[in-house]
């Protein structure tokens, strides 16, 4: 069975900082990684995925995950942190035949 | 339709009585996914659908859970007998196929908010 944990339930950050949210998972086959966003009162979006290949992955709005197979993490980076980037970030790790299972989140305040 | 709509967006219910509530994918997602997002606990996969069969329905948490899909469209989760412990956002998502979500992701909707008095 796949598991994903993230170590961090709050971080709190100040605008322009670089942020990490940390997310380790488990499984025993290959995998497919995730990082999902929801902004407050809205549904989860699609933020950026790992399928092969590359072990950097990069969004549209500057966050980028590196996949890391040695120490089974996927953690989430951006190197500056903007207001509108406060919300809630969810990992995510699906194997060939099986739904997606999720952590539990880790919510990112950006202070002014 | 352009997104996956849930229906309702807000359910307030009392304790004891039944609920439906309702998702419907996106044109041509013959693939649909039904998670619970509880306070603390992330989102929780509850059960999904390829057409209107149910490969994996094991994350329905009780008996009082269940959900049906017909025409390989809308669905509807029912939850009889509400508990307080059933308070959660309730969310679906669909994708093209199963083997497309699994390794592409899926696309969520907003969900319904139930909240058990």
């Known amino acids: 069975a796949q598991s994903v944990t993230q170590l961090d339930s709050q971080v709190p950050v100040f605008e322009e900082a670089p942020v990490e949210l940390r997310c380790n998972y488990s499984s025993s086959v290959s995998v497919y990684l995730f990082w999902y966003v929801q902004y407050p009162n809205q549904g989860l979006q699609l933020l950026l995925k790992y399928l092969s290949g590359s072990t950097l992955v990069e969004s549209i709005n500057g966050f980028e995950a590196e996949f890391n197979k040695s120490q089974t993490s996927f953690h989430l980076r951006k190197p500056s942190v903007h207001i509108s980037d406060t919300a809630e970030y969810f990992c995510a790790v699906s194997g060939r035949n099986t739904p997606l299972v999720f952590g539990k989140g880790t919510r990112l305040s950006v202070i002014a | 339709g352009a997104g996956v709509s849930q229906s309702p967006s807000n359910k307030v219910t009392e304790k004891g009585k039944d609920v439906e509530l309702r998702c419907d994918p996106i044109s041509g997602h013959t693939a649909l996914y039904w998670y619970r997002q509880s306070l603390g606990q992330g989102l929780e996969f509850l059960i999904y659908f390829q057409g209107n069969s149910a490969p994996d329905k094991s994350g329905l948490p009780s008996d009082r859970f269940s959900a049906e899909r017909t025409g390989g469209s809308v669905s509807t989760l029912t939850i009889q007998r509400t508990q307080q412990e059933d308070s959660a956002v309730y969310l679906c998502?669909?994708?093209?196929?199963?083997?497309?979500?699994?390794?592409?992701?899926?696309?969520f909707g907003s969900g319904t908010r139930l909240t058990v008095v």
């Open positions: 998502a669909s994708s093209l196929d199963r083997a497309f979500g699994f390794n592409y992701g899926y696309t």
